[in-house]
Every structure is written in structure tokens, then in C-alpha cells.
């Protein structure tokens, strides 16, 4: 058990249940990211599994304190985590699902974005840096591969997908 981690999901009881799993859409070093339908709503949503087991003690604190980040931010160009289930094996991260693509895979399909394009894109995602820092939480890892795009919105709103938190600033300019 990753300690200081207790289930998250405002507490009603969170069963596994609710999921069925549809796909892997991916692997990283911390786990797999499954697309999975929650039964209850219709909806789809992502899903990243992370065994304990594997994590050493720095790795597990710095998971902490990436579900504890990701717990505070609501904003329109963040994926939302919805939901937290802590099993004594495995922590699942229960997630909005785009089903976009990622940005990198958009300019390497479409080509470069427009002038007016990259400026609207560029706005949206600062507005959610600046809301994140404001918040006291940093992004380490920000590429184009973690800018995940909207389908549902024309032209495609990009979502920084913030499983990479590298920590909290200590508020000081």
C-alpha cells in the first residue's frame, strides 16, 4: 500500500465493477492506460493502472503527490481525474478519455498549425499552466505528445494530459 493514500472517491464505496475494460491504449514506466466503458454511465473513460509492487519509495511519493495534485484541478484544457480506486496491489487513475489523438500525431498527420491556429492552441494551454502554478502545481514533461486534443470541439480544444506532475512550487517569483 503506497501510504498516505486512501481511496479518493468522496466517500462512496468505488469497485472495479463499474469498469469494463475495452483496450490498452498505451504503456509507460509507471503502468498500462486502458480505455474502459464505466457501466453505470455509458461513458468512456481512461484508465491508468500502476502496480505497487514495482514503484521504489521516491517513485510511490512522487505518485502521491501526482494524485493529490491532480485531485485539485478543474480547468477546461486539463484532462479531469474523476476517480481514484487504491487497491493493496494497484492504483487506478480513472480519467477523462480523449479520443482525439495527441498534438504530435495531429501535426505530423496535418503539418504545421496555422498562425492563428498555434495562437489559439498556445492561449488555451498557457491559460491551464498559469491556472496549475497559481495552484502550486508544475508540469515537467510538457511535449506535444501530452497536449491531447478534443474531437468534439471544432477546431479540436487541446487538454494537457497531467500524468507527469513533477511536484508543487514553493510559491516564491
Known amino acids: 500500500m503506497i501510504p498516505g493514500l486512501a481511496d479518493t472517491s468522496a466517500g462512496r464505496q468505488t469497485c472495479l465493477q463499474d469498469y469494463r475494460v475495452l483496450r490498452t491504449l498505451g504503456e509507460g514506466s509507471f503502468?498500462?492506460?486502458k480505455?474502459?466503458?464505466h457501466i453505470p454511465t455509458g461513458t468512456e473513460v481512461a484508465i491508468k493502472i500502476i502496480p505497487k509492487k514495482e514503484q521504489s519509495a521516491s517513485t510511490a511519493k512522487n505518485l502521491l503527490c501526482e494524485v493529490h495534485s491532480l485531485k485539485t484541478l478543474r480547468h477546461p484544457h486539463i484532462v479531469g481525474l474523476?476517480?481514484?480506486i487504491n487497491?493493496?496491489?494497484t492504483l487506478f487513475l480513472v480519467t477523462e478519455f480523449v479520443s482525439g489523438g495527441d498534438m504530435h500525431e495531429h501535426v505530423m498527420k496535418h503539418g504545421p498549425l496555422t498562425e492563428e491556429?498555434?495562437?489559439d492552441r498556445f492561449r488555451q494551454l498557457v491559460s491551464a499552466?498559469?491556472?496549475c502554478h497559481r495552484r502550486g502545481v508544475v508540469h515537467r514533461d510538457l511535449k506535444l505528445e501530452n497536449v491531447l486534443l478534443d474531437p468534439h470541439n471544432f477546431p479540436p480544444r487541446p487538454l494537457w494530459l497531467f500524468f507527469h506532475v513533477g511536484g508543487k512550487t514553493d510559491g516564491s517569483r
Open 82 to 84: 474523476l476517480e481514484v
Open 87 to 89: 487497491t493493496e496491489d
Open 117 to 119: 491556429e498555434a495562437r
Open 129 to 131: 499552466l498559469q491556472y
Open 35 to 37: 480505455l474502459a466503458l
Open 31 to 33: 503502468g498500462k492506460v
